[in-house]
């Protein structure tokens, strides 16, 4: 077979490739085309309206609803409440959740999978169950209020509900479930063996676990640590009913300019500053990944 009909042979066979490989990809397409890309034009359609409290759209082209937004200090008072909210429970999420991942990779037990399986049981339960929950263990007669009462920390309830700090606490315990989850796909790079080698050249377990144990683990916690704060800042359910309507987050603006004021345009504005939020997180995730990779 000569030169040229190989090349020949190649390029029908890369175009039948290529044909394959829209028509496999065809189906995930469309989906994504409407479940995704036509809500978020609609999305954009309607920020773009102007609206008022009587729940009156008129159709235009305005910035007004982005100048609302961008013009008032409440407003950004709120986004930094929200961006606060996803990094300190991400940080505390990551911080109580290391050191259970790390056990369950470790343990030789025959009851791993059980252990495992414990770990991310929560998921089975819904977040409004656990939320109303945490509701019951930390109001004024409460089991934590009533346990500090008993061992003689506190003479007065705390206030943990109906507050950012119920919040706080609420979330890191619902998103844990995820992170550890993360974590353990992350150990799936870390080799024990790198461990035994550092301890038998005189590296103490401290430097051991800085030096091997946690570079190692980066991907997870990263991947971790995106996931618990995307859904720390889109969540809703738990900042309403914890917070008690006094912790005001992006999310619960949405709700309210959506259903209460009926300014719909302006919903739509603040859900696109939001998603405009998570775009910005993923691309600095893509960054610290990418620069992990290239060590």
């Known amino acids: 077979m000569t030169t040229h009909s190989i090349q020949a042979v190649r390029r029908r066979t890369g175009r039948s490739d290529r044909r394959t490989v829209w028509a496999l990809s065809l189906p995930a397409l469309i989906g994504m085309l409407v479940a995704f890309v036509l809500p978020l034009v609609w999305l954009l359609r309607m920020s773009l309206n ?11 082209v305005s910035a007004g609803s982005y100048t609302k937004f961008v013009s008032d200090s409440y407003y950004w008072g709120m986004a930094w409440d929200t961006l606060k909210l996803g990094v300190v429970v991400t940080i505390a999420t990551v ?43 930390l109001g004024q007669d409460g089991v934590v209020n009533k346990s500090l009462e008993g061992v003689g920390f506190i003479d007065q309830p705390l206030t943990l509900i109906n507050n950012s700090v119920g919040v706080y606490i609420a979330m890191v315990e619902i998103l844990m479930p995820y992170m550890i989850l993360a974590l353990l796909s992350g150990f799936g790079r870390f080799n024990p063996e790198l461990e035994y080698a550092a301890a038998s050249l005189g590296a103490s377990r401290w430097k051991t676990f800085w030096r091997i144990v946690w570079p190692l683990s980066m991907p997870g916690v990263l991947t971790g640590a995106l996931l618990v704060f995307v859904l720390t800042i889109s969540s809703f359910i738990t900042p309403r009913l ?36 998570f775009g910005s997180v993923i691309v600095v995730y893509q960054r610290a990944i990418k620069r992990i990779e290239d060590q």
């Open 50 to 60: 102007t609206g008022d409290s009587t729940g009156m759209i008129r159709q235009g």
């Open 242 to 277: 914890v917070g008690g309507g006094r912790v005001f987050l992006l999310a619960t603006e949405i709700y309210d300019q959506a259903t209460q004021t009926l300014n719909w345009p302006f919903a739509a504005a603040i859900s696109f500053i939001l998603l405009v939020l």
């Open 95 to 137: 911080i109580v959740s290391y050191p259970i991942a790390l056990f369950l990779m470790r343990t030789t037990s025959r009851f791993k999978g059980l252990l495992v399986a414990l770990a991310i049981a929560p998921l089975l339960t819904s977040s409004v169950v656990r939320t109303y929950g945490w509701i019951v263990l």
